[in-house]
Nanobody
Framework: EVQLVESGGGLVQPGGSLRLSCAASGFTFSNYAMGWVRQAPGKGLEWVSAINSGRGSTSYADSVKGRFTISRDNAKNTLYLQMNSLEPEDTAVYYC???????????WGQGTQVTVSS
Protein backbone atom coordinates (compact mmCIF):
# COMPACT_ATOMS: atom_id res chain seq x y z
CA GLU A 1 0.00 0.00 0.00
CA VAL A 2 1.37 3.38 -0.99
CA GLN A 3 1.67 5.79 1.94
CA LEU A 4 2.89 9.37 2.02
CA VAL A 5 3.17 11.04 5.41
CA GLU A 6 4.07 14.72 5.65
CA SER A 7 5.53 16.42 8.70
CA GLY A 8 7.28 19.63 9.65
CA GLY A 9 4.50 22.17 9.30
CA GLY A 10 3.70 24.78 11.90
CA LEU A 11 3.41 28.45 12.72
CA VAL A 12 6.28 30.70 11.64
CA GLN A 13 6.79 34.45 11.45
CA PRO A 14 7.23 36.19 8.10
CA GLY A 15 10.80 35.82 6.93
CA GLY A 16 11.22 32.56 8.79
CA SER A 17 11.98 29.06 7.56
CA LEU A 18 10.51 25.59 7.77
CA ARG A 19 11.51 22.23 6.35
CA LEU A 20 8.76 19.84 5.36
CA SER A 21 9.36 16.11 5.11
CA CYS A 22 7.37 13.40 3.37
CA ALA A 23 8.04 9.79 4.32
CA ALA A 24 7.14 7.42 1.52
CA SER A 25 6.43 3.70 1.64
CA GLY A 26 4.77 0.97 -0.39
CA PHE A 27 6.56 1.67 -3.67
CA THR A 28 10.09 2.00 -5.06
CA PHE A 29 10.59 5.64 -4.15
CA SER A 30 13.69 6.21 -6.26
CA ASN A 31 11.83 5.24 -9.44
CA TYR A 32 9.25 8.01 -9.29
CA ALA A 33 9.13 11.75 -9.63
CA MET A 34 7.59 13.48 -6.63
CA GLY A 35 6.05 16.85 -5.99
CA TRP A 36 4.64 19.31 -3.49
CA VAL A 37 1.23 20.91 -3.95
CA ARG A 38 -0.45 23.39 -1.60
CA GLN A 39 -3.93 24.68 -0.91
CA ALA A 40 -4.43 28.06 0.71
CA PRO A 41 -7.61 28.78 2.68
CA GLY A 42 -10.54 29.21 0.32
CA LYS A 43 -8.45 28.58 -2.79
CA GLY A 44 -7.73 25.73 -5.17
CA LEU A 45 -4.71 23.49 -5.40
CA GLU A 46 -1.45 25.15 -6.44
CA TRP A 47 1.51 23.15 -7.70
CA VAL A 48 4.66 24.23 -5.82
CA SER A 49 7.61 22.12 -6.89
CA ALA A 50 8.67 18.79 -8.37
CA ILE A 51 11.74 16.60 -8.53
CA ASN A 52 12.49 13.84 -10.99
CA SER A 53 13.45 10.29 -10.03
CA GLY A 54 17.02 9.33 -9.25
CA ARG A 55 19.17 12.33 -8.44
CA GLY A 56 16.40 14.39 -9.94
CA SER A 57 16.14 17.65 -11.79
CA THR A 58 13.87 20.16 -10.09
CA SER A 59 11.24 22.72 -11.02
CA TYR A 60 9.39 25.42 -9.10
CA ALA A 61 6.36 27.64 -9.33
CA ASP A 62 7.29 31.27 -9.93
CA SER A 63 5.74 32.18 -6.59
CA VAL A 64 8.34 30.18 -4.65
CA LYS A 65 11.36 30.19 -6.97
CA GLY A 66 14.48 31.30 -5.14
CA ARG A 67 12.91 30.74 -1.71
CA PHE A 68 11.99 27.04 -1.68
CA THR A 69 14.21 24.04 -2.38
CA ILE A 70 12.94 20.54 -3.08
CA SER A 71 15.18 17.55 -2.47
CA ARG A 72 14.99 13.81 -1.90
CA ASP A 73 16.91 11.15 -0.03
CA ASN A 74 16.30 7.89 -1.84
CA ALA A 75 18.09 5.88 0.86
CA LYS A 76 15.56 7.17 3.40
CA ASN A 77 12.55 7.19 1.03
CA THR A 78 11.96 10.79 2.01
CA LEU A 79 11.05 13.95 0.12
CA TYR A 80 11.83 17.38 1.51
CA LEU A 81 10.81 20.98 0.96
CA GLN A 82 13.04 23.62 2.49
CA MET A 83 11.09 26.87 2.71
CA ASN A 84 12.94 30.12 3.41
CA SER A 85 11.85 33.76 3.47
CA LEU A 86 8.30 32.67 4.16
CA GLU A 87 5.50 35.11 3.42
CA PRO A 88 1.90 35.22 4.70
CA GLU A 89 0.85 34.21 1.17
CA ASP A 90 2.62 30.87 1.72
CA THR A 91 0.03 29.92 4.35
CA ALA A 92 -1.56 26.69 3.14
CA VAL A 93 -1.87 22.98 3.64
CA TYR A 94 1.10 21.38 1.90
CA TYR A 95 0.73 17.97 0.30
CA CYS A 96 3.38 15.69 -1.12
CA UNK A 97 2.38 13.64 -4.10
CA UNK A 98 3.74 10.76 -6.18
CA UNK A 99 3.87 11.11 -9.96
CA UNK A 100 2.25 8.21 -11.79
CA UNK A 101 4.85 8.12 -14.54
CA UNK A 102 2.38 9.54 -17.01
CA UNK A 103 0.62 12.84 -16.61
CA UNK A 104 -0.75 13.03 -13.08
CA UNK A 105 -0.10 12.62 -9.39
CA UNK A 106 -1.74 9.38 -8.28
CA UNK A 107 -1.09 9.29 -4.53
CA TRP A 108 -1.23 12.13 -2.00
CA GLY A 109 -0.35 12.53 1.63
CA GLN A 110 -2.73 13.84 4.27
CA GLY A 111 -1.13 17.28 4.26
CA THR A 112 0.66 19.44 6.78
CA GLN A 113 -0.45 22.95 7.77
CA VAL A 114 1.94 25.86 7.31
CA THR A 115 0.88 29.18 8.78
CA VAL A 116 2.97 32.31 8.25
CA SER A 117 1.87 35.06 10.59
CA SER A 118 3.24 37.57 13.05
Amino acid sequence: EVQLVESGGGLVQPGGSLRLSCAASGFTFSNYAMGWVRQAPGKGLEWVSAINSGRGSTSYADSVKGRFTISRDNAKNTLYLQMNSLEPEDTAVYYCAKWDGGDAYDYWGQGTQVTVSS
